[in-house]
């Protein structure tokens, strides 16, 4: 019998909604020839289910105070914190450009959590200014410091996940953004994280388009501003749970699989 094994699949790790249960894959590819038959066998996977349950928790906060919604020009000028709206205008050019930037204090978030969800929700202005046209990051950052101490958007360090934004024609309506899961666990995986600390989204305007809208601020005072939604999971056994081996094999070979036990 010749046995060779070729690949060894990437680790998994996902959170089943349905069941709330934790489980890791592996897969292992091999490749077996039997020299009677000439049958193949080429992939072999093993799966490691833990035996612990998650429970599910949920955080939301708007902005805070007039400083943590703020815009700035595509080439670093023109920050402005005290509009009663918030810009976001694609462009060539980037003196015209407006990316805008939204801080949210006291998030909770511990550091065992899966992030399965996480929106932000924005409020159109008028049905003018209703285009978004962007890509959105969060800040790269333990504790993201407040815009009168570091008055600047595109100094901010941006994480590696984005999702891109774009809505036609929003009218005077909210707005939702798609699924930012993976920036804020990106943010939450980092060493200095500690629930309760403040994360910021960033909003960059993509440079074609010449789409423009406007989002209600905090001081507009009509309650309307940037909210942002955090759905997560916490594994009730993460930290020791009991791992459950369950194996399986693709393809129809007993004999290799009885040598493998």
Same mark, same amino acid.
């Given at each position: ?15 089943? +909604? ?5 489980? +890791? ?12 038959? @000439? ?19 949920? $955080?939301? +906060?708007?902005?805070? &105070? ?12 023109? $920050? ?13 050019? #980037? ?8 801080? $949210? ?12 969800? *996480?929106?932000? /929700?924005?409020?159109?202005?008028? #049905?003018?200014?209703?285009? /978004?046209? &962007? ?23 941006? +994480? &590696? #996940? ?7 024609? #929003? ?33 960059? *305007? ?6 423009? $809208? ?7 005072? @009509? ?18 749970? &009991? ?19």
């Amino acid at each position: 019998m010749t046995r060779r094994a070729t690949n060894i699949g990437t680790e998994v790790e996902y959170v089943d +909604t349905n069941n709330q249960k934790r489980a +890791t894959s592996i897969g292992v590819q091999v490749e077996y020839i039997d020299p009677s038959t @000439s049958a193949r066998l080429t992939s072999i996977g093993v799966q490691v289910e833990y035996s612990d349950t998650a429970t599910s928790g949920d $955080f939301d +906060t708007p902005v805070g &105070s007039g400083p943590d919604d703020v815009e700035e020009a595509g080439d670093g000028t023109g $920050f402005v914190s005290n509009n009663t709206y918030v810009t976001i205008e694609s462009n060539t050019t #980037a003196p015209s450009r407006k990316n805008a930037a939204f801080r $949210f204090t006291g998030v909770t978030l511990p550091g065992n959590a899966t992030v399965i969800n *996480a929106t932000m /929700l924005l409020q159109a202005v008028d #049905a003018i200014d209703d285009d /978004l046209y &962007s890509d959105v990051y969060g800040e790269d950052a333990d504790n993201s410091v407040d815009f009168t101490t570091n008055p600047s958007i595109n100094s901010r360090v941006k +994480t &590696s #996940a984005f999702a891109t934004w774009i809505i036609d024609a #929003a009218g005077t309506n909210t707005i939702e953004s798609p699924n930012l899961a993976e920036i804020v666990q990106e943010i939450k995986d980092r060493p200095g994280w500690v629930s309760g600390n403040a994360l910021t989204i960033l909003v960059y *305007a993509k440079i074609a388009g010449n789409k423009k $809208f406007k989002a209600k601020a905090f001081e507009a005072l @009509s309650g309307a501003h940037a909210e942002l939604f955090i759905t997560y999971l916490i594994s009730s056994g993460s930290d020791g749970a &009991s791992p459950i081996i369950r194996h399986y094999y693709i393809g129809r070979h007993p004999r290799l699989w009885a040598e493998m036990q």
